[in-house]
T-cell receptor, first 110, second 114 residues
Framework: SQQGEEDPQALSIQEGENATMNCSYK?????LQWYRQNSGRGLVHLIL???NEREKHSGRLRVTLDTSKKSSSLLITASRAADTASYFC??????????WGAGTKLIIKP | DTAVSQTPKYLVTQMGNDKSIKCEQN?????MYWYKQDSKKFLKIMFS???????INETVPNRFSPKSPDKAHLNLHINSLELGDSAVYFC?????????????FGPGTRLTVL
């Protein structure tokens, strides 16, 4: 079943702007992961944040986690055309199973 | 070197046929997965498998069966293909049972059933 729910479902912004995507989940988690999927390709792991962490950075990516609200956000700063892709959040539950959200489709306009 | 590979990349077949998709990982991971991604891009776990346990999503029809000749391979066999089986199928692997369980995905196999 889909536990995570990303919003928005689709996001279109100008190159150079920041893009923010959100993910909500329902049960307790070990960690939350964000993946990117380029059109016609497999998913690629971007960043992982543990349940006891609140913020994580990796290059132009910033992830926050609020376990009290059961939500996370992924911020991509200074977006580039190459960031155009679908972004999925996945939560690792207590059985070490990844539960996937429905994804946000991000379009960066040049 | 490709970490997780799948063959074929595209598969077009007639309804009622039986087909297999192969997956291999060279990461030394102990757990492999099969996912189905439909036209709306929903990613649905079908199976997770390590040498100890096969976990089946109960919504997966028994026409689908995973076969693992060894730790590095998890093939997906589909009997009596139906139109609704058309989707992209992804294989993935991870070193499960850890606090990370980051998954590595193959490039996908686009199955079209006519």
């Amino acid at each position: 079943s889909q536990q995570g729910e990303e919003d928005p479902q689709a996001l279109s912004i100008q190159e150079g702007e920041n893009a923010t995507m959100n993910c909500s989940y329902k049960t307790s988690i070990n960690n939350l992961q964000w993946y990117r999927q380029n059109s016609g390709r497999g998913l690629v792991h971007l960043i992982l944040i543990r349940s006891n962490e609140r913020e994580k950075h990796s290059g132009r990516l910033r992830v926050t986690l609020d376990t009290s609200k059961k939500s996370s956000s992924l911020l991509i700063t200074a977006s580039r055309a190459a960031d155009t892709a679908s972004y999925f959040c996945a939560t690792l539950d207590s059985n070490y199973q990844l539960i996937w959200g429905a994804g946000t489709k991000l379009i960066i306009k040049p | 070197d490709t970490a997780v590979s799948q063959t074929p990349k595209y598969l077009v077949t007639q309804m009622g046929n039986d087909k297999s998709i192969k997956c291999e990982q060279n990461l030394g991971h102990d757990t492999m997965y099969w996912y189905k991604q439909d036209s709306k891009k929903f990613l649905k776990i079908m199976f997770s498998y390590n040498n100890k346990e096969l976990i089946i999503n109960e919504t997966v029809p028994n026409r689908f069966s995973p076969k693992s000749p060894d730790k590095a391979h998890l093939n997906l066999h589909i009997n009596s293909l139906e139109l609704g089986d058309s989707a992209v199928y992804f294989c993935a692997s991870s070193q499960a049972g850890t606090s990370r369980n980051e998954q590595f995905f193959g490039p996908g196999t686009r199955l079209t059933v006519l």
